[in-house]
């Protein structure tokens, strides 16, 4: 973020955390205080590349809301089979350590945001 950006009391960037493992994926998903947007990717698909910028977005408008994590296909098999990803990009949503639910193909910033102020309204 540049100066005029601080100035005008801007938030930095926060970019989604990575996951490669299933000891990660349990640590900063299963056992997370906050509910977890988690995000299955490729680097050949074109949608999830469309995609990366708007989960940056998010991922910096509800930081104090949402966790938003990013699971490459190239990440650890087990984890991959135990997640039952069949396409990309699959978006899965987690609270309390448990899958809320699951929605496959692009989503846009807005329609993220939409779900994350459904469910899961400020206080």
Same mark, same amino acid.
């Given at each position: 973020?540049?100066f005029?950006g =601080? ?7 926060v $970019?989604?955390?990575h996951? &490669?493992t299933l000891?990660?994926?349990? %640590? ?8 977890v947007l988690?995000?299955i990717?490729?680097?050949t698909?074109?949608p999830? =590349?469309r995609?990366a910028p708007?989960l940056?977005? $998010?991922?910096?408008?509800? &930081?104090?809301r949402?966790?938003?994590? %990013?699971?490459g296909?190239t ?5 991959l ?10 978006t ?21 945001g939409?779900?994350?102020e459904?469910e899961f309204?400020?206080?």
């Open positions: 973020m540049g005029l =601080k100035l005008l009391g801007q938030q930095p960037d $970019t989604p955390e996951v &490669q000891s990660q994926f349990r %640590e900063q998903v299963l056992q997370s205080d906050q509910p988690v995000n990717w490729s680097p698909c074109a999830c =590349k995609m708007e940056v977005a $998010t991922a910096t408008r509800f &930081q104090d949402v966790r938003v994590v %990013e699971i296909t990440a650890e098999p087990r984890l089979g135990q997640l039952e990803v069949r396409s990309t990009p699959t899965l949503v987690f609270d309390g350590g448990e899958e809320m639910g699951r929605v496959l193909g692009y989503r846009s910033r807005s329609w993220l939409e779900m994350i459904a309204p400020a206080n």
